[in-house]
């Protein structure tokens, strides 16, 4: 994971002009739970569950080159409430995480995770799952290239300031492309936290000091710990500058408290005894502004 690293950090530039060769981007775990669903027949769920894995780990999804051991780190955790066989139809929710090793350590950072609670679709067991981009009538398939390409686009901007632009451009049109699909999660405002929104808030312009702080936060923050944990820290600091400058241009917008949720225990260990007391106000203030929820954490970082 080390390796992955210093890859991404030196040689960025070239991998996305890159286009002779590619390889799998993804480590992708995929489980499904299906012990809501009243049935003696389990085999579709475990077929499920082995194509979807075989989908995001064994396509090659852009033309960047990645190493076996620098494929990104991700997690698809899938319940599945209702399951009806006469229609091939599967209700449930999706729980899906990105995480990134931190240079020097063992240690894994959370880059992204939240839940979707539309995850609905038609599967036909043993049917071959196939996407098109550009005609996308299968809402499987939409959903986990959506995921995909989330997952390395939201990867390089942790390595490079907003370094993963152009994948992520190909989330917005699979979200345009995916207007016509019937079930929901795809329409802008039917959801402050829908896949439309999530998407849209991230790429808006007014959101872009968020982009840059999780370049800000992770390489220039996270991957210092190691080397100098104050330097680090200090980094830490600035880019939650960036975050509360975004959420200044954007208010409405979930993407900051939410990211303040997923990180909540990690950004109490980088500051719980460390640091000036004023650093800690300062950081305090700001996280309880903006996610009063967790309070009791964020009254860790006064001590």
Same mark, same amino acid.
């Given at each position: ?39 003696t027949n389990t085999s579709v769920f475990e077929t499920l569950e ?63 995770? #939240?839940?979707?609670? @539309? ?7 043993? =049917?071959? +799952? $196939? ?5 996308? !009538? ?86 210092? #710990?190691?080397?100098? @944990? ?7 600091? =600035?880019? +939650? $500058? ?5 959420? !200044? ?55």
């Amino acid at each position: 994971m080390t390796h992955k690293l210093i890859t991404y950090a030196c040689t960025i530039g070239l991998l996305l002009l890159s286009s002779t060769t590619s390889a799998q981007e993804l480590n992708c775990k995929v489980k499904i739970n299906h012990a809501q669903v009243q049935t003696t027949n389990t085999s579709v769920f475990e077929t499920l569950e082995r194509v979807i894995s075989e989908f995001m780990n064994n396509r090659a999804w852009t033309d960047l080159q990645f190493g076996k051991d620098e494929r990104i780190d991700c997690s698809l955790n899938i319940t599945i409430r209702q399951y009806k066989p006469e229609d091939n139809a599967f209700t449930g929710e999706l729980l899906y995480q990105l995480t990134r090793p931190v240079y020097g350590s063992s240690y894994s950072s959370t880059t992204f995770s #939240m839940r979707d609670q @539309a995850f609905n679709f038609q599967y036909i067991e043993n =049917e071959p +799952l $196939e996407f098109n981009e550009t005609s996308m !009538d299968n809402n499987l398939t939409a959903l986990l290239a959506y995921y995909a390409y989330l997952f390395i686009g939201l990867d390089l901007d942790t390595f490079s300031p907003l370094g993963g632009t152009e994948v992520l451009h190909r989330v917005e049109t699979i979200v345009a492309n995916a207007q016509n699909i019937a079930e929901s999660g795809w329409k802008a405002f039917d959801d402050e936290k829908n896949r439309h929104a999530i998407i849209t808030d991230y790429m808006e312009s007014s959101m872009e000091p968020m982009r840059k702080m999780m370049y800000q936060y992770h390489r220039l923050g996270l991957d210092q #710990m190691s080397s100098n @944990a104050d330097r680090g820290r200090t980094a830490v600091t =600035e880019a +939650l $500058e960036l975050l509360k400058e975004a959420h !200044d241009s954007k208010p409405m917008s979930q993407l900051p408290q939410i990211f303040t949720d997923y990180k909540r225990d990690e950004l109490v260990n980088i500051y719980k005894g460390h640091g000036t007391q004023n650093e800690r106000q300062q950081v305090h203030d700001f996280l309880l502004d903006l996610n009063p929820a967790q309070n009791p954490e964020w009254k860790k970082l006064e001590k």
